[in-house]
């Protein structure tokens, strides 16, 4: 949860930078729910409704809901699709990082894009999750002006975004 909340916090000094500390408590809320309710039934609906009844605000549970594409969700808010296009991106990018002397200090997007084609590798992972993230983020990205957002910027931006909080998430 704090890698996704990094990635949350560089997406957002982007997309909302009026709204950095919102998005960030988003990626850290966003799976708090997972470790007693990991089952599609539960989760994020569990943790949904708790939150609700803490008064977060909608834009975030509906960002949560959205991270998990079963639950039918739609993605509507940059923070919304930000969420879903960081949050197995993140995970990947710590495993990668896991297997390199250096870690995450040299470690780069060509890197990740080989271990992505490695599907032995972090298993787990959804390859077509991240995919889709990318592509639900890139007309947001465009219309901001980044016109070569693509699979390598994304990814370079996490990387970036990890990296600057190595420390503190023990990387």
């Known amino acids: 949860m704090e890698t996704v909340a990094a990635c949350m916090g560089a997406y957002a000094d982007v997309l909302d930078p009026a709204n950095t500390p919102r998005w960030i408590v ?3 809320l966003h799976d708090f729910d997972y470790e007693k309710h990991p089952t ?4 994020p609906y569990v943790g949904v ?3 609700d009844s803490l008064g977060v605000d909608e834009e975030i549970r509906d960002a949560i ?3 998990a594409d079963y639950t039918g969700t739609p993605r509507q808010t940059p923070m919304a699709r930000a969420l ?3 949050d197995e991106l993140s995970g ?3 495993a990668c990082s896991k297997v390199r002397p250096e870690g995450i200090e040299t470690l780069a997007p060509k890197s990740v894009k080989k271990k992505l084609k490695d599907k032995s590798f972090a298993a787990a992972v ?3 999750d991240i995919a889709t993230g990318i592509e639900e983020l890139a007309p947001l990205m465009h219309e901001l002006g980044v016109s070569d957002f693509d699979q390598t910027a ?3 931006t996490c990387i970036d975004a990890i990296r600057n909080e190595k420390e503190r998430l023990g990387l």
Do not use: N, P
Request: hydrophobic share 40%; aromatic share 8%.
């Open 126 to 128: 959804s390859r077509g």
């Open 154 to 156: 994304h990814i370079q």
């Open 65 to 67: 809901l959205g991270h």
């Open 49 to 51: 409704k708790h939150l």
């Open 40 to 43: 599609r039934e539960e989760h």
């Open 92 to 94: 990947f990018i710590v």
């Open 84 to 86: 879903f296009a960081v």
């Open 26 to 28: 988003c990626g850290l």
